[in-house]
């Protein structure tokens, strides 16, 4: 960790970010920024309600890598984790195609209890992040439902029946987030975006179609976005034409969507003001509505890397801000 | 297990029963019968909500006991049980007074599923004992919700308060089966009641104040028993004056109910044809209300030992019902 460098020369930092790829970045971005000055924004299309607990994957997920509780070999849930549970349930004939470990299921027992008795998913989420010691703000997009869900030639799926259930193998022909479009996005955010202290809004490499657009579909939130002072800096998750991990490239393919490079700053238009590609990319290409373009090694595989690209997108808010006060004072 | 000797006489045998105490005569009773012929009726004045999770602890008892899953050292619970989850739950800053294991757990998870989703406790219960390969029929007394409560200086305690969090330690002036007058007794019990094959009604060795009384305090169910033509053995908890485990010896005084080998019968007053009492017990009793008296090694340390007591239960009821019909011819 570290107080110094690039987190003690401005204010708050908002990341927009999915689950396990936008995390590492959040890691990233936690570990270079100063204690209490970073703000993630989760997705919550994948929450869903399975053996009547309430699950949030995404949020669970950046809960765990911030408190230094995820596993790092299989890549989601908790490390040191047992099993017992999902063994006894199967003893019983219960449903077994989601899998729960025994600590993982505290924090949706948890959440379950809290929800029922009337905390918003913010508070509980906040509760639990202090009670863990991460300094990091991990904020729900909204406390308003919303359910991605995927048409394939079956009808409509539910995104954990997509994902988990049938591993993304139905081919997608249109995505809707229901609820989006009445959802209010959680009060801080809109007020942070507004403060004029804000130094950068960063959206995480995670898939654009599961783990950003949802979020983006909450109108208020992008209009929000579109309108903050602070510089609004997109991390592509194709890397060399391909997605690192999960169904983005695929996914995208099937909406008709091109995978490139700048398959993402198309996707965000109107709302970057700095996009990082990867150096694998180095590509002829220009980001759509003129956002500049930078390339950084984008493949987080160690604390290092991730800390670094973390260091290049705050590096590339700052110095698009810089220029923004050089133009004013030539004007 | 014998389908021949005892077994192979007559038709069903009902037990009334609790968690610990009263499993052991039933484990010993499903052993010496045949395949299905044992029907228990387990208390539920224990039953409570918990974390958002409905808890049945002596169904759970008698399931896991009957399905060679309880665990041998603790007295409750599951064997080859695992304890992330109140690990992680503890850390979460949950409440943990409640020990629940990762193993246990699947079955509350799984009820309290059921239930919202409408099924019936005895349902559930039914479902589940099936699915475990358990021959014994295992049902609450009612699928209506009783609730023990316990009135002590502080005023009303919840079962689970009394016993566990507070370990019975608060002196208990009054006790109260919330619920239990409006109650309707599981159908199929009443049914048994009335069936001329009944063969026995074993009143197991169990807290007669929060385990049995719980049941009797439902109006139907003690009308049917009383009514009821097969001959009615209970099993006296106290031993030597003392009971073997638990609050029931503390609980009998402070209400002024005194504790001796009678105290049962007493209880059961009106209800039992036949009472055994322990060897250790050879003091000059009377039983109340006429009911025939035996002695028996009622302490089951041993399979040998739970097996032979319930020997003995089935003999004592065959033995009445044999006398009963000799009077007849000789009238």
């Known amino acids: 960790m570290s107080d110094m460098g690039e987190g003690s020369r401005a204010g708050p930092v908002l990341a927009l970010s999915g689950g396990i790829g936008g995390a590492k970045l959040v890691l990233g971005l936690s570990r270079v920024l100063g204690a209490g000055s970073l703000h993630v924004l989760a997705n919550t299309g994948d929450d869903f309600e399975h053996l009547g607990l309430s699950i949030s994957p995404d949020i669970d997920t950046l809960i765990y890598t911030l408190g230094d509780l995820a596993d790092p070999i299989r890549g989601w849930g908790r490390r040191d984790e047992t099993w017992t549970f999902m063994r006894a349930l199967a003893e019983l004939g219960g449903p077994t195609w989601f899998q729960l470990g025994d600590a993982d299921l505290a924090l949706h027992v948890e959440r379950t209890r809290s929800l029922a008795a009337g905390e918003s998913l913010a508070d509980f989420t906040d509760r639990i992040r202090r009670r863990l010691g991460i300094a990091t703000i991990v904020w729900p997009a909204t406390n308003d439902s919303i ?7 079956e009808g409509w799926l539910a995104f954990q029946d997509y994902f988990v259930a049938r591993r993304c193998e139905p081919v997608v022909d249109a995505i809707d987030y229901e609820g989006a479009a009445t959802a209010w996005p959680y009060a801080p955010v809109l007020q942070l975006l507004r403060d004029p202290s804000l130094r950068a809004v960063i959206v995480c490499p995670s898939n654009p179609l599961l783990s950003i657009e949802p979020m983006l579909a909450i109108e208020p939130l992008r209009d929000a976005l579109r309108d903050c002072a602070a510089p609004v800096i997109g991390v592509s998750p194709i890397v060399g034409g391909k997605a690192l991990k999960g169904p983005t490239a695929k996914l995208l393919r099937e909406i008709g969507e091109p995978v490139d490079a700048f398959t993402a700053a198309r996707r965000y238009r109107g709302l970057l003001d700095g996009y990082i590609v990867d150096i694998a990319d180095s590509v002829v290409g220009f980001a759509p509505s003129c956002a500049r373009v930078a390339t950084a090694a984008t493949v987080m595989d160690s604390d290092q890397s991730k800390e670094r690209l973390a260091q290049q997108c705050l590096r590339m808010a700052d110095a698009l801000v ?9 004007q």
């Open 147 to 153: 359910r991605t869900r995927l048409h394939t030639r």
């Open 322 to 330: 810089a220029e923004k006060c050089e133009k004013r004072a030539m």
